[in-house]
């Protein structure tokens, strides 16, 4: 069973239950364990990933943004980026324009400002949202700012790991009512996009995408193959350098876990 599996249940003569189905998963985010060799469901049943980033302290972390868009457009989440602690910064940082540009929500927060939370919390409503970002950029204070009484514990930004700090390990959902869950699923930040080839990785990019349908070869990776639109694209600056480096990046961790998969017989 995964956080968030829907089940039925049978009441017992002692007034106890048990589980008697696990009804079908919706929409799955899974992750490659490589000691295992084998995908591992870390919660079922979502609706939407909401990507956390600070306007500043920390300023955004790109790939690791990249990466998250990624993971939510092949587990076929929505995803949306909210950029907050506007409180500390003039602006939007202006590399999140991009973002918008290739039709993501960004939708501006903070909580001393008390901006966005309103249209947050509706956006939160009725919904299974998976909750991802660094550490630091406010994740846990929004969620209290939201919803009071939950108490989550928040950290100072550059409070050091493990001494004393709530840390959580496993996927956990949060109820907010009925209807709203949030899903803590420590480590998204990390996952490798998997449970596809490695060759349809471009098309979880909305900016390669376009492109990728003209290269010579229908399995091409976009690195180096002959006839690859891809690089064309590129190379007439209409992709962008940096975005595409998450995408390389992204692809080399994905080509190690599959061959990792691949010769592994044994686990
Ligand atoms: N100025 C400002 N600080 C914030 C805001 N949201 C969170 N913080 C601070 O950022 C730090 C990290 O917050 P926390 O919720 O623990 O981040 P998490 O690691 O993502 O859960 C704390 O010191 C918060 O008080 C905001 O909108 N504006
Ligand atoms: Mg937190
Ligand atoms: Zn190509």
Do not use: W
Not at 104 to 130: F, H, K, N, Q, W
Request: with cysteine; proline share 6%.
């Amino acid at each position: 069973m995964a956080v968030g599996d829907r089940v039925e249940i049978e009441e017992l003569d002692d007034g106890s239950c048990r589980i008697t189905r696990v009804l079908p998963r919706e929409r799955v985010l899974s992750r490659r364990a490589m000691a295992r060799r084998r995908d591992q469901i870390m919660a079922a049943n979502l609706d939407q990933l909401a990507i956390v980033v600070a306007a500043t302290r920390p300023s955004p972390d790109l790939h690791m943004l990249d990466r998250l868009l990624a993971v939510a457009e092949l587990n076929d989440l929505d995803p949306f980026i909210i950029c907050n602690k506007t409180d500390l910064a003039d602006s939007l940082p202006p590399e999140l324009d991009i973002y918008s540009g290739l039709g993501y929500d960004v939708l501006p927060t903070s909580i001393p400002a008390s901006v966005g939370l309103s249209a947050l919390r509706e956006r939160l409503g009725g919904r299974t949202t998976v909750l991802a970002g660094a550490s630091g950029v406010g994740k846990s204070s929004l969620l209290n700012a939201l919803f009071p009484g939950l108490d989550l514990r928040v950290g100072d930004v550059g409070e050091r790991k493990g001494r004393g700090r709530h840390t959580t390990t496993s996927a956990q959902l949060i109820p907010i009512d009925d209807e709203t869950f949030i899903a803590d699923t420590p480590g998204i930040q990390h996952f490798v996009p998997t449970g596809v080839g490695v060759d349809v990785l471009g098309g979880a990019f909305p900016d390669l995408r376009p492109f990728a349908g003209d290269c010579r070869f229908g399995d091409c990776r976009h690195r180096a193959e002959p006839g690859c639109a891809v690089l064309a694209a590129l190379e007439d600056d209409l992709v962008d350098q940096r975005r595409y480096e998450s995408y390389l990046a992204l692809l080399e961790e994905a080509e190690v876990a599959e061959d990792a998969a691949r010769t592994g017989g044994n686990g």
